[in-house]
Structures are given as structure tokens and as C-alpha cells.
């Protein structure tokens, strides 16, 4: 059975402080790893999408990067707007489902 | 702009009573989806459809009915079939194995 998990379930930073989140997969045939920022009373908004191992992605401060079991969220010098839910999907070989991980709650203090 | 929309943004709803949560997009994206969200948990699948006219349940489907009729809509009912409907709502769109767009969500509340 497909499934994700995030961790830690919440991080508390400093402003400046470098942190990465991690979501582990399970997956028959990967077909794109996603990453997602969710605000309080949003919907999820794309950050990035990965496809093979050893695969990187860059966003301002954040990095993605996807291993055959594992994705990394690489968060460099945070700042208090960086504070957010991050989520982490799967999508695999055959479906249209997406599998969504519970996400990291992460809060950057000033 | 491109993008998805959702309507209402909070909706409430009476015992005994369906309601109706609307969805529509100009992404030109084949496929639609509809997820509940509730707090501490991840995203769980109501409802997909790959193709207008044809739709497949997800994981809690029950008390839930959809349709597709038109690419660009995806409404989604709640009926009075389903228990605990008290939830934040989403609806997604994507194209082949890329990822998903996201609308703003419907929060609904049961009196």
C-alpha cells in the first residue's frame, strides 16, 4: 500500500536557524513527489515536484531533494513568513491518487 | 489569471439537509478532485474524476455524490447521508502525473 510520512509533526525555529523536514515514501512505481505550502484557511499551494532520485529543486530559501526512499524540505536562513504547514504527496504508477502525508507545522520566531 | 475557484468559502449546513460545494476551473486540466481536511490530519480523498462524465470514488466517498459534467466544473454534494460533514473542503486539478493545483477551500459547518 502506498503511503507518506512527514517529520517531525511540528518545528519550532529561530529566524536564521537552517532545518529540514523529511517525508518518507512507500510507493509502487514513483510518478512525481510533491511538495506544498499551506497558510491557516488555504488551500495548499505547489512548490515543487520531483521525479527520479538524486533530484533537486530550488526555491528561494527552500531546497527539495528526493532520494529513492525519502524527500528532504532544506530550510536556509528562515524568516517568520516562512511559518506554515508543509505537505508532502506521492503520486504512483497507474493511479490518478494522490497520497498525501499529515504535513509539518513549522514556525519561524523573529 | 488561470487558476481554481471555490464557492461558498463557509458554508453551513442543518441537520437532515444536502448542500452543495462548487468547483470550477480553467486550468484546461483533465483531472478534478475533491479532499476533506481535518485538523491534524492529511488530505483524504472524496471523489476523482479523470474525464468528464466518469468519476471514481476515493477513500471516504460515502454521503458524497458528484458529478462532471462540463471539464471545467466539479460540484461536489454533501448529503444528509454523511455523519460528521463538519470539515474544510478542497478541490484540486491536474494534467497527466504533474502536480495539483489547489482552490481556496469551502469550510462547512453543521448547526
Known amino acids: 500500500e502506498d503511503q507518506v510520512t512527514q517529520s517531525p509533526e511540528a518545528l519550532r525555529l529561530q529566524e536564521g536557524e537552517s532545518s529540514s523536514l523529511n517525508c518518507s515514501y512507500t510507493?509502487?512505481?514513483?510518478?512525481?513527489l510533491f511538495w506544498y505550502r499551506q497558510d491557516p484557511g488555504k488551500g495548499p499551494e505547489f512548490l515543487f515536484t520531483l521525479y527520479s532520485a538524486g533530484e533537486e529543486k530550488e526555491k528561494e530559501r527552500l531546497k527539495a531533494t528526493l532520494t529513492k526512499k525519502e524527500s528532504f524540505l532544506h530550510i536556509t536562513a528562515p524568516k517568520p513568513e516562512d511559518s506554515a504547514t508543509y505537505l508532502c504527496?506521492?503520486?504512483?504508477?497507474?493511479?490518478?491518487?494522490?497520497?498525501f502525508g499529515t504535513g509539518t507545522r513549522l514556525k519561524v520566531l523573529a | 489569471d488561470g487558476g481554481i475557484t471555490q464557492s461558498p468559502k463557509y458554508l453551513f449546513r442543518k441537520e437532515g439537509q444536502n448542500v452543495t460545494l462548487s468547483c470550477e476551473q480553467n486550468?484546461?486540466?483533465?483531472?478534478m478532485y475533491w479532499y476533506r481536511q481535518d485538523p491534524g490530519q492529511g488530505l483524504r480523498l472524496i471523489y476523482y474524476s479523470q474525464i468528464v462524465n466518469d468519476f471514481q470514488k476515493g477513500d471516504i466517498a460515502e454521503g458524497y455524490s458528484v458529478s462532471r459534467e462540463k471539464k471545467e466544473s466539479f460540484p461536489l454534494t454533501v448529503t444528509s447521508a454523511q455523519k460528521n460533514p463538519t470539515a474544510f473542503y478542497l478541490c484540486?486539478?491536474?494534467?497527466?502525473?504533474?502536480?495539483?493545483?489547489f482552490g481556496p477551500g469551502t469550510r462547512l459547518t453543521v448547526l
Open positions: 486550468l484546461n486540466h483533465d483531472a
Open positions: 504527496a506521492v503520486r504512483s504508477s497507474g493511479t490518478y491518487k494522490y497520497i
Open positions: 510507493v509502487s512505481g514513483l510518478r512525481g
Open positions: 484540486a486539478s491536474s494534467t497527466d502525473s504533474r502536480e495539483q493545483f
